[in-house]
Each structure stands twice: as C-alpha cells, then as structure tokens.
C-alpha cells in the first residue's frame, strides 16, 4: 500500500515536470521570436525550442542509453540557460501566453493533414502489396 502510494507520488511529479518542460518549450519559441529577448538568450532559446521539437536528434534514439540520454540532458540545460538569460517579467509574459496556446482547441486541419498522410502510406503499402501478388509471372 505505501508502494504504491509513492509511486502515485512520483507519477504525478513526473507528470507536473513533463507539462512544465512542454510548456517552456514554447515559452523559448516565443522567446525566440520576441524583439524584446537579449541576442544571446534569443539564439539559446531557438536552438534548444528547435532541438526539442525536433524529429531528428544529435545521438539517434535507437542506441541504448546515450539515445535518451541527450534528450534528458540537453533539452533541459538549453531551456535552464535560455530562462536565465531571459527577463523574469518577461518570462512571466511569455509563460501566460505559452499557457494561453496549450488551453486553445487543438488544430482540425493538423488532425486531418496527418490522417491523409497516413491512409496514403497505407493505400501505397496496400496497392503496392496488392501488385505483386495478384501479377502472373
């Protein structure tokens, strides 16, 4: 009982930590693009928003260990420098205004642009699949 009870304590910290990095991301987006942020914190907090919302990494996740691990080291020292080198009041701003997009109604046509995308994979797969077996050599 005391288990799982701490692990309900961790999963729900685990969880609070995992909406506060996805909401910094786009905080040092805005940063990024904001006339406001220093050069220097502006460049920080593009590199490290881009590198997080990125498909490619610097070590591919497929290799143990390391793959994760620039994920867990990386992104948070990038957004740990990029707000220390960014005003608090203007953090704040952005962090109001980074909570303000998370809570807008999610994209219909992202939903639907990834939907075709991946019946038309599948239609390929299929049509492709469907060739080979059905043509007499």
């Known amino acids: 009982m005391i288990?799982?009870?701490?692990l309900s304590i961790l999963a729900n910290r685990l969880k609070a930590a995992a909406?506060?990095?996805?909401?910094?991301?786009?905080?040092?987006?805005?940063?990024?693009?904001?006339?406001?942020?220093?050069?220097?914190?502006?460049?920080v907090a593009f590199l490290t928003a881009a590198y997080a919302l990125s498909p490619v990494d610097l070590i591919p996740d497929f290799i143990p260990l390391l793959g994760l691990l620039d994920d867990l080291v990386l992104v948070p020292a990038g957004i740990w420098l990029a707000l220390r080198l960014?005003?608090?009041t203007q953090i704040s701003r952005l962090r109001r205004q980074a909570e303000e997009i998370?809570?807008?109604?999610?994209?219909l046509l992202g939903l639907v642009l990834v939907v075709a995308i991946?019946?038309?994979?599948?239609?390929?797969?299929?049509?492709?699949?469907?060739?080979?077996?059905?043509?007499?050599?």
């Open 19 to 43: 909406k506060r990095l996805k909401r910094d991301v786009v905080v040092l987006w805005l940063a990024a693009r904001d006339p406001e942020t220093p050069l220097a914190a502006r460049l």
């Open 86 to 88: 960014i005003p608090g």
């Open 3 to 6: 288990l799982r009870k701490r």
């Open 118 to 137: 991946w019946m038309s994979g599948l239609t390929l797969l299929l049509y492709a699949t469907s060739s080979r077996l059905f043509t007499a050599r």
């Open 102 to 107: 998370g809570r807008q109604s999610k994209s």
